[in-house]
């Protein structure tokens, strides 16, 4: 008897350690094969950019390259949808974007900040009210006497209902008095290609995603969104210099369905550390004017849960939370 509670105690041992062991390699191991990132908006746009410079980056500092998918719809509903249901295994995750912090607040989405886990942000950025170069408004107090003076006849572009950039827009007419007429697009690239093609009179991305078309000559910027004037963008005022409080900033960064494993989040997070403050990937962004903001998983974490208190209250007070 006590031969086989020895024989027993001895199996128990080996188990826990094959276990320990197996934990251990699969940590070391990570990943085995590539790591498919979810985009939530269609490619071209900020987010699109960010990704896809990171991604390019991180090959220096995972085994396994990153694949780079685009699912777009909803204001990021469908990707970020996509993201929360993956398999927990490290292998589908994606760029989050603010609207983490929105979506859930309209009723749009089933998840909640919660459902995420953070593993590094990477950028952020201001909003920008741009118009065509040949528009007929060459400043902003220009642009809104026009809009006031036509109420929903000027057609804002947005990067879908519920994004960052529709709320944006909606923040704005709140604050000014001021009645538009908001025209969803699957992303800011699409948004843009419509104020180029006169579809629509304005879009609130982001300078960084109109600053080819801004050097080009075929769009203008009146104000961003923004605590100070942005670099780049340096005779373009903030909105606070016209006398409207106003600040609306997005943020993309890497994050992995609630449930991953803690040594696959370390696996993450590491390489995201890495990858950040790689010569190359912040030149990559600086070409395309876009900010370096990187924050560690934790941090990140307190960041988007100050914002999703920040929206919350936003969308309740302009009637379009559910």
């Known amino acids: 008897m006590k031969s086989q509670k020895l024989i027993a105690r001895l199996l128990t ?41 990171f991604a390019d980056a991180a ?26 249901t993956a398999r927990p295994d490290g292998y589908k995750i994606g760029t989050g974007t603010v609207e983490i912090a929105m979506l859930p607040h309209m009723g749009l989405v089933q998840f909640t900040t919660d459902d995420f886990t953070p593993i590094a942000r990477l950028n952020a950025e201001p909003s920008a009210i741009s118009v065509k170069a040949d528009a007929p408004w060459n ?7 026009y809009a006031k003076a036509n109420p929903g006849k000027v057609r804002i572009g947005n990067s879908g209902t519920g994004a960052i ?25 699409p948004a843009v290609t419509a104020l180029l093609g006169g579809h629509i009179e304005a ?3 982001s300078p960084a995603e109109v600053v080819s078309h801004v050097a080009a000559g075929k769009i203008k910027l009146l104000a961003v969104m923004a605590d100070q004037r942005q670099a780049g963008f ?10 409207v409080d106003l600040t609306i900033m997005t943020w993309r960064g890497i994050v992995a369905p609630k449930k991953t494993p803690k040594d696959v989040q370390e696996a993450l997070r590491a390489a995201a550390k890495k990858t950040a403050e790689d010569p190359a990937f912040k030149e990559s962004l600086a070409k395309m004017n876009l900010s370096h903001a990187y924050l560690d998983g934790p ?17 309740t007070k302009l009637g379009i939370a559910k």
């Not at 062991?21 to 746009?45: C, M, N, R, W």
């Not at 400043?139 to 809104?144: H, I, P, T, V, W």
């Not at 709320?167 to 538009?180: M, N």
């Open 203 to 205: 879009v609130t991305v």
């Open 165 to 189: 950039w529709h709320l944006a827009a909606e923040a704005l007419a709140d604050k000014t008095g001021t009645k538009f007429n908001h025209i969803p697009y699957d992303g800011a690239n």
């Open 13 to 53: 041992a080996v188990c826990a350690s094959s276990l320990l062991l197996g934990a251990s390699a699969h940590a070391a191991d990570y990943p085995t094969k590539q790591v498919e990132v979810i985009v939530p908006f269609a490619a071209g746009g900020g987010t699109d950019l960010v990704t896809r410079a």
């Open 59 to 84: 090959k220096k500092y995972l085994p396994k390259p990153m694949g780079v998918v685009n699912k777009t719809g909803g204001g990021g509903a469908v990707g970020l949808s996509e993201i929360v």
């Open 234 to 243: 340096d005779k373009v005022p903030t909105l606070k210099e016209k006398g």
């Open 299 to 315: 941090a990140f974490k307190v960041a988007m849960d100050k914002d999703n208190a920040f929206f919350k209250a936003l969308m």
């Open 139 to 145: 400043s902003y107090e220009e642009f809104m006497a």
